[in-house]
T-cell receptor, first 116, second 113 residues
C-alpha cells in the first residue's frame, strides 16, 4: 500500500449504530487530519493530530471521537449520528517542519458515509 | 474567520480550450495550493505556491501566487477529457496552525470531447 488509505470506502449506518472509520498513511508523516466534505460546502477541518497529540478540534460534535494510536493510524469513532452527518469523510497526512512552515497535505480516497 | 472565494463555480468547455479559475480572499495567505478531486476520490495536490508573485507550472497547468498574497489563479491549457473534476484552491494563513488549511468551494470542470 502506498499513500493514504481509508476503510471502509462506503458506510451506511443507522442513527443508533456505533462504527469507526480507519485511516492509514504510508508516507512517514507525523501529522494527520480528518475533514468532512458535504455537497456545495468547502472542505471542513474536523481534527488535527500532530505527533500523535490532538492539536486542533474545530468545535466538532462529541458524537465524533478521533483516536490516533500512532503516527501512521487515525480513527474516527462514530456514535449516535444524525442524517445531516452524511458526507464524504477524508483523511489527510503531512510532515510538520520543526523550523516552522507547512508541508502539503496528502489525502486518502475518503469514506462515503450515509446516516439513515 | 478566513474565507476563500473561488470562481467560477462550474465551467463547461470544449476539448482543446484553455481554462482559468481563481481564488481571492480578504486575508493574506503565505501558501497557496491547488488540488484536483476526481469523483469518488480524495483531492490530489497539483501545484503548491510559497512566495508572492511565484509562477509555477506542472505540465499543462500553471498557477500563480498573487503579489498581494490575497489571490491565486490556475490555468489549464489545451484541456482534455481527463481534466474533468473539481478543482480546489486552498490557503494557509499567517499565524495559523499546521492544520489551518482553508479551502475554496471548488470549480467543477466539464470537458466536451
Amino acid at each position: 500500500e502506498t499513500g493514504v488509505t481509508q476503510t471502509p470506502r462506503h458506510l451506511v449506518m443507522g442513527m443508533t449504530n456505533k462504527k469507526s472509520l480507519k485511516c492509514e498513511q504510508h508516507l512517514g508523516h507525523n501529522a494527520m487530519y480528518w475533514y468532512k466534505q458535504s455537497a456545495k460546502k468547502p472542505l471542513e477541518l474536523m481534527f488535527v493530530y500532530s505527533l500523535e497529540e490532538r492539536v486542533e478540534n474545530n468545535s466538532v460534535p462529541s458524537r465524533f471521537s478521533p483516536e490516533c494510536p500512532n503516527s501512521s493510524h487515525l480513527f474516527l469513532h462514530l456514535h449516535t449520528l444524525q442524517p445531516e452527518d452524511s458526507a464524504l469523510y477524508l483523511c489527510a497526512s503531512s510532515q510538520l517542519l520543526l523550523a516552522g512552515g507547512y508541508n502539503e497535505q496528502f489525502f486518502g480516497p475518503g469514506t462515503r458515509l450515509t446516516v439513515l | 474567520g478566513q474565507q476563500l472565494n473561488q470562481s467560477p463555480q462550474s465551467m463547461f468547455i470544449q476539448e482543446g480550450e484553455d481554462v482559468s479559475m481563481n481564488c481571492t480572499s480578504s486575508s493574506i495567505f503565505n501558501t497557496w495550493l491547488w488540488y484536483k478531486q476526481d469523483p469518488g476520490e480524495g483531492p490530489v495536490l497539483l501545484i503548491a505556491l510559497y512566495k508572492a508573485g511565484e509562477l509555477t507550472s506542472n505540465g499543462r497547468l500553471t498557477a500563480q501566487f498573487g503579489i498581494t498574497r490575497k489571490d491565486s489563479f490556475l490555468n489549464i491549457s489545451a484541456s482534455i477529457p481527463s481534466d474533468v473534476g473539481i478543482y480546489f484552491c486552498a490557503g494557509v494563513g499567517y499565524g495559523g496552525s499546521q492544520g489551518n488549511l482553508i479551502f475554496g468551494k471548488g470549480t467543477k470542470l466539464s470537458v466536451k470531447p
